[in-house]
DNA sequence: CTGAAAGCGCTTACAG
DNA sequence: CTGAAAGCGCTTACAG
């Protein structure tokens, strides 16, 4: 059996004092008006027993748990991985636990999590919603259950969110690339009606159909994330070999970019005299890539600071009004889209 | 305010009964022996009312919490991520929450995250230790607290643990790249006092100085991970600059493999012509280096669902003998590890 | 300066 | 078939 872990009332007992006196020493209450000969032996004596305060107790007992609960997307895909460690180190710095869950673009297990970590009684959520949370959100909202929502965003609800400007940093980089020289631009996108694939999309739209280049959708393909690599190839395939075929790709993600480029470096396609690109986010692993990547680099680190601020801010206090913060992504411009022929 | 969710009091005052057979019927126990109209009409109004269990009500009555404690290296390593993902998913079957936080190989990092996991009465760990843990994990075991080490093994130490054969899979990966032709093979490995990396270490040594090729050490380079850069650039400078430069290289780690190769292509070095490759640990990236990459691969899925079978086991049942798991990693040899001329 | 007492939301041995 | 009561480890208003 796991030993017996030291109690406020063991300490209480071996001296011979009330618990609610131990307890008074150990969270520093009322230390103006107790004795200072007492509570150094209290200390002393909780130091010496071992005793670690029961956290479920205090939070029973005080109705607050310090825990809050991570909703991912997918916490092996890197930049939720980042973003998970970015709010764990936040949260521990203000003495808050995370507990975690990936969704997996599941509605299912998205439910599940939240019901799972409301029964723990979490003091908030940050949560990267997946297709067909609204309802869930809005109830969460309706019982004043402190959340922010990072990356994805529902227009229809207001609640706190940190997310990025998706549609401008898009439209941006399309631009640029336009004015490289570039002018048969193709997107790959990933099918989903969640804003920040939308953003992106719109952004590309806007940006190609400007001055009547083309209209957006002619070189714009969306893929379905459970066929991704299959998908990926036969799209890049396409968009090659038209009669007027892309002279540059923009990937809409992380993944999507990933499989692309092994099918282009395959294709023996030379970025970027052959086919110039832009990806979404940022990855290790474009440096393994013989031609330096353009991309578009989320300020992850920002996010989860903002999102644990936030959050904690409105679990302290449930009357602040809602946040809803854009932070800006970086364009990172390199070889990749430099138009050189 | 959150509004006050709803207890077993407000079920049981609604109906005019006791909290002690709400318990009953909500839990499915004694259930020979309640009515069934009343259990019927407690699942009802409990479903009506919309509640939800207190699980830190729960776990302070039965002294038992639910949740383990996940304690990883670092947590936006991808090998970390993808196993807290695995863990996560299989926890979850269970009904278990993890709570979890990165040590960030700090001694002082993770005896914190021990004591705050400890504070909320996990029921038990699942770790990635660093150097200096063994006094902790000492102490975890006296206590008799559930724990299975992962990754990471301490030999001084009696205590569950998932490893893999790092000993024996880079002495084979070895053995091959000598048989495909390379035989001035260096290695660059992370200053480390841990197993794995002395194993791998170990079974380099084993494999180049078989047969008397040359010992160990010629072309054996340790880094200090704080400066992992640098010092993988001039390491590898050196080696192949020798008056008998390595004809390949083995790397110990994913975070070395990836700034090494980046530097072997800023060279100009060809893989496999110049120098052949194999690296420890999958990565997605290696997918867009030009030359199919030779690799170790670790059964993560497996390290994650053993550890917490293992641990489960031994939280039912503090009796069971200590499990020390060694699983086998997979050597997957592509052209990287060929040698052409 | 200190203690007795109630209560957070649950479970369970005991009694009827 | 059901209820009263104690207790898990804490905190805190109240009394002295």
Redesign the interface.
């Known amino acids: 059996?796991?030993?017996k872990?030291v109690s406020m009332k063991d300490i209480a007992q071996r001296l011979g004092i009330s618990t609610a006196l131990v307890s008074y020493v150990l969270n520093g209450k009322l230390s103006d008006r107790i004795n200072k000969a007492t509570a150094s032996l209290v200390k002393d004596t909780a130091k010496e027993m071992g005793y670690?305060?029961?956290?479920?107790?205090k939070?029973?007992r005080n109705s607050k748990?310090y825990?809050i609960g991570l909703i991912l997307a997918?916490?092996?895909n890197?930049f939720?991985?980042?973003l998970?460690?970015i709010i764990?180190?936040e949260a521990?710095k203000s003495e808050y636990?995370?507990?975690?869950?990936?969704a997996d673009e599941s509605h299912l297990k998205f439910n599940d999590l939240v019901?799972?970590?409301?029964?723990?009684?979490v003091d908030g959520f940050i949560i990267a919603a997946v297709e067909g949370a609204e309802e869930l959100l809005r109830s969460l909202k309706e019982?004043?259950?402190p959340c922010v929502l990072i990356d994805r965003y529902f227009s229809g609800i207001e609640m706190n969110a940190v997310t990025t400007n998706n549609y401008q940093v898009s439209y941006d980089g399309i631009m640029k690339l336009r004015q490289n020289g570039f002018n048969r631009i193709g997107m790959l996108h990933l099918k989903s009606s969640l804003t920040p694939m939308t953003e992106r999309v719109r952004g590309y739209q806007d940006a190609v159909s400007k001055d009547n280049t083309y209209t957006g959708d002619r070189y714009l393909i969306g893929i379905d994330e459970p066929d991704l690599k299959l998908q990926v190839v036969s799209a890049i395939d396409q968009l090659v070999s038209r009669d007027e075929p892309v002279d540059a790709l923009f990937f809409a993600s992380n993944l999507l970019a990933?499989e692309g480029?092994?099918h282009i470096?395959n294709l023996n396609l030379r970025v970027p005299e052959d086919i110039g690109i832009l990806c979404f986010d940022q990855?290790?692993?474009?440096?393994?890539?013989?031609c330096p990547l353009s991309y578009i680099e989320q300020p992850i680190n920002e996010i989860g600071e903002q999102a644990v601020t936030i959050l904690l801010n409105s679990i302290d206090n449930?009357e602040l009004p809602v946040q809803d913060l854009v932070l800006e992504s970086r364009l990172v411009m390199e070889r990749s889209a430099l138009k050189t022929s």
């Open positions: 059996m796991i030993k872990r670690q305060p029961n956290l479920l107790a939070s029973l748990s825990t997918d916490i092996a890197p939720s991985a980042h998970a460690r764990e180190d521990k636990t995370v507990i975690f869950g990936s019901q799972t970590f409301l029964s723990r009684q019982q004043n259950i990933m480029l092994i470096r990855s290790a692993a474009y440096n393994l890539f013989y449930s």
